[in-house]
């Protein structure tokens, strides 16, 4: 496939080459650098990039999708404010969709499903040929309120958390290329961590990416 790709005026902080991506895009990745480079207003970011090894095999050709990775530092407070994280199982990390998802609470959201499974990939150690990751237009900013919500919500469907409080620290994330299997004629993306399927439309700029 050739799709135009944009070259913008950056270049990656460590090697120096030009860093390349989709006219919304906000995070750019260095493939042989291993890193992501979030830019926005105020000021530029280097986060590890990694990808991750599929757990079951497809046929179907295998696109990646931007997703970050938030290690979480929860603790849960009682009404009465006395710390209950200990008897309160809470996620240990949280996963944000680095594309903008379309219509999540109809098309589902594998940052939530993700979260909820608490998935833990392997890193490849060599990428895929002809990798490439883009489309990444949710900025590490924007990604980084998330995983907050996606406690909450998860904890909620387990108990009343009214009163309670939770803190989730965000330090150290990192952008994760997720192994999706593209079945076209069913138009459907099945992560190959979870199993989850999703519509293809979830990705708009789907076609873009490939
Ligand atoms: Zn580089």
Redesign the pocket.
Known sequence: MTNPIRVIPLD?A??Q?PLVGLPNDTAFT?V??E?VLSVNAHSTVQIPLRIAEPSETTDAPIIYLPMYRFALQSSVLDTQGTDITAETPLPEHAWVCGFQEFRPAYFGNPGVDMTAAQCTPLALEAPPPQFRLLGIARSLEEAARYPQLFISLLLDRRRDITGQTIEVDTATPALWAIPFALHEAENTLVNLLTAHRYATRMVETLAEMR
């Open positions: 990656c460590t090697c080459k260095c042989p650098c890193s």
